[in-house]
């Protein structure tokens, strides 16, 4: 029997080699940020990423956006999930997917070569997390 997968995985190879080149991933550009904008990564401490968040909706915005890329987008799901969840069915959520293109620059090690550069695409989630409406009519009605 023959124990070859008639499929094999084809494997992820660099474009360029790790002992002559120097890989620096540029930061993807980021529109405008509003004061509603919050950018989840995976460095930050989750706790203080869910009291941000809860402070803003808190301190009177109807509104935040949650914007995760990449390996954040569970992190970013959960903490949208958790701030839902705990809010006594105050708030609701929307979300939508997009595909962010990022840039890489590759600098050789030795001054033989020029500067080269790769275009890659990684996934991106966008999290609008509002207040719901029928709260805001209780809220008017008891002014």
Do not use: W
């Amino acid at each position: 029997m023959d124990n070859t997968n008639p499929n094999p995985k084809p494997q992820k190879r660099s474009l360029f080699n790790k002992k002559t080149h120097q890989q620096k991933k540029k930061p993807p550009n980021k529109p405008r940020k509003r004061q509603n904008d919050i950018y989840i990564t995976t460095k930050s401490n989750y706790k203080a990423q869910q009291k941000y968040c809860k402070d803003l909706l808190d301190s009177g915005l109807k509104e935040i956006y949650l914007h995760c890329l990449g390996n954040a987008i569970n992190r970013g799901l959960n903490l949208a999930l958790d701030l839902v969840n705990n809010s006594n069915d105050t708030l609701t959520y929307a979300l939508n997917t997009s595909t962010i293109h990022l840039t890489d620059e590759f600098h050789p090690l030795c001054d033989d070569e020029d500067v080269s550069i790769q275009k890659r695409n990684n996934s991106a989630v966008h999290i609008k997390i509002a207040r719901n409406s029928a709260y805001d009519i209780d809220i008017a009605c008891t002014l």
